[in-house]
């Protein structure tokens, strides 16, 4: 099925895709649409495919202890927050992070789509963003009852402009209890607008998100279910696992840049080298593509000649402008009435095999998902949205000559996002416990609560230490460096307990478990956010898709700069963090680039300024 090292070593490729995750198998398939290009993927991860484990659904965080599924990379020790350091687990083997991640299908607010064009990249509007992701999406809509029963929220699929005939099956899970319309009533309760068009443009507000969830099977699907095994047996397209990619092999050009010719790999405890004929694409995460990158001879002069490598192309914005989203939970205790499960039955080994049983037979908790969102401005959460946004644009302006080039830009953009009440709060409802610093009680049920992140100010950086490419780099979010971060967060923490005081949450609930009331004031609350946050696993933008004086690493065309034919086709090449889980996202990041490279799709030609033009 996939391929032998044999029909790889020393062998010529069109293109050599690096990672077989979410974008890369996605690329792949769609380059090797046309039989007379061959295309490559090398994934340093095993086939993973038909495991129950990585297949069945609300095994949220099982993942994370199974280092055959998951890289378990750290961040280093973090200074505002008490020298905590973070995990920042990443999907491994095919699928990549697509394969153990929470399977929550959001996409982004259309204005936050077109800043990106704004930032310098034609053609990288919500226009092309939404044409693209509905190829990879193939949405089954819910049953009828399901619409009734949560029609106090925007149901109406006539209206969201999702694809149904892409092949990533995404459907409501099997199992929705009352419980997230209870959350969703409470949300609008407490006086959030319904969103209006949640997966089209406009998600802000209260709405049920889709799953990658086959709604027949009952099972997650992902970049490899939907990509790689119905093309798997493709004469031109072949798939190494278990072969890390080590460094990009390049040639000085005649016009002065840098061409790769091949990809150095480790398979079984050799070294290897593969041709690329065309292009090297990396798509091996978030995290790895600027290593590799680095590794190869390009980046920013001093991390290369720390590491001692030989610095083939400069690029001082390679692992800068590292970007997070991050979460914490609040969590209520449920009345033992309340008359529907929550996922901490699965605790308890007898029932968590009783719901395994019942997987198999399409049913149980197991086919539950994460579904009940709202995305928030924070003028709708707080009475502070103004003296924040003043006191933040202060800041900004004090400091203007300081940032690195294009931070300004960016950050202008974000303030205006403050005040024009940009949904970058996420509260998004877990039917069970997920929170700190208390554990959970035996035999007790919970709801929890989470407040999400999106639009942090703090800028981060991945490099590596080391030319030895087994050495994982220094991954470094530099958490709460900008205060305003922790300012919102403090805002969205306050505001999301408070609905515990509204119906019908607070009939169904005993009390507040987390962080509990002894948590009053705001420096306690400030507390616990830093004891108790997490990363949402989303950093992004090592490799910015900027112009290269801004700090940019790829231009328009995924291509690094300097180079002729390596492109990054991945999360790090988005340019600044947006309210949503990233994934669709990174599936029309891919969708985009693989027309980009096959010539389909000239960003200038798709500009909305040339759009304007023409319309
Ligand atoms: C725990 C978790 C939960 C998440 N939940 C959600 C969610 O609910 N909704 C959502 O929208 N997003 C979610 N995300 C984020 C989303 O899944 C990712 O942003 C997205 O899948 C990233 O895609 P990618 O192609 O950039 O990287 P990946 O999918 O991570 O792919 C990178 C691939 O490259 C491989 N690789 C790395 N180094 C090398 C090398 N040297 N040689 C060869 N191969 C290599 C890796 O093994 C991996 O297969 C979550 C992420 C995680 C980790």
Known sequence: MTATIDQVSTKFFDYVIVGGGTAGLTLAARLSEDPDVSVLVLEAGGANLDEPGILRPASWGSHFTNTSWTWPYKTIKQKELGDADYFWFRGKGLGGSSGINFMCWTKPPKEEIDEFE??????????????????????????????????????????????????????????????????????????????????????????????????????????????????????NLKVLINAAAHRIITQPATNGKLSAVGVEFEYDGKIHTVNAQKDVCLAAGGLKSPQLLELSGIGRRDVLEKIGVSLKAELPGLGENVQEHMFIGISWELKDDVGFETVDLLRDATHNAKHLDLHALGEGLYTRGIIGFAFNGLNQLSSLADTIYEKTKAKVLANKDKYPPGLLE??????????????????????????????????????????????????????????????????????????????????????????????????????????????????QVRDFIKKCMNTTWHTSSACSMLPKEKGGVVDPELRVYGTNNIRVVDLSVVPLQFAAHPMATVFAIAEQGADIIKGKFNPLEASLEKLKISA
């Open 118 to 235: 704004k930032l310098g990249n034609p053609g990288w509007n919500w226009q092309n963003y939404e044409r693209y992701v509905a190829k990879t999406e193939g949405f089954y809509s819910p049953s009828e009852e399901v619409i009734k029963r949560n029609d106090n929220v925007n149901m109406n699929f006539d209206t969201w402009k999702i694809g149904r005939d892409g092949p990533l099956k995404l459907a409501y899970p099997g199992k929705i209890d009352a419980l997230e319309n209870k959350v969703l009533q409470t949300m609008l309760n407490a006086g959030l607008p319904k969103a209006p068009h949640p997966l089209s443009g406009d998600p802000k507000g209260v709405f049920l998100i889709p799953n990658t969830y086959d709604p027949v099977k009952h099972t997650r699907t992902y970049s490899a279910t939907a990509f790689y095994v119905p093309n798997k047996d493709r004469p």
């Open 410 to 523: 960016q950050y202008n953009i974000q303030l205006d996002r403050i005040k024009r009440g940009a949904p970058g709060q996420e509260i998004i409802c877990i039917p069970g416990f997920l929170s700190g610093p208390n554990p959970p009680k035996e035999g007790k049920s919970y709801i929890t609560i989470l407040a999400a992140m999106n639009h942090c100010f703090s800028r981060g950086s991945i490099h590596s230490t080391s030319i030895d490419p087994h050495k994982e780099p220094e991954f470094d979010p530099r958490y709460f460096e900008q205060e305003v971060d922790l300012d919102i967060f403090t805002e969205s923490v306050k505001y999301v307990r408070r609905l515990g005081e509204v119906a019908p949450l607070k009939d169904i609930t005993v009390n507040e478990y987390n962080p509990g009331p002894s948590v009053k004031d705001d420096a």
